[in-house]
């Protein structure tokens, strides 16, 4: 359930990013919807930047990424030590 909900917002943050290449994007009701949720937790990587060129994304996917595999980790291990 927790890695779905990690992929779901993965998605979400890939969907917004994409969202500069359209003008206006930002401003529809999935924009602003995506905007309350995605930037707080993008906000946090606003240090990776070359230029004007935002990595915030990318550093965000690769932590969720990180924590997924962990969640999955440990979800594995709960799972091994309770059927012995």
Do not use: D, H, K
């Amino acid at each position: 359930m927790i890695n779905q909900l990690i992929s779901v917002y993965m998605l979400a943050i890939v969907v917004y990013a994409l969202m500069s290449w359209f003008p206006n994007a930002y401003g529809t009701a999935i924009g602003r919807f995506l905007a309350r949720i995605v930037e707080p937790f993008e906000r946090l990587f606003n240090f990776a930047t070359i230029g004007m060129i935002s990595l915030a994304p990318l550093v965000a996917l690769a932590v969720l990424t990180f924590v997924q595999y962990g969640v999955t980790y440990v979800g594995n291990l709960l799972i091994t030590m309770s059927s012995q």
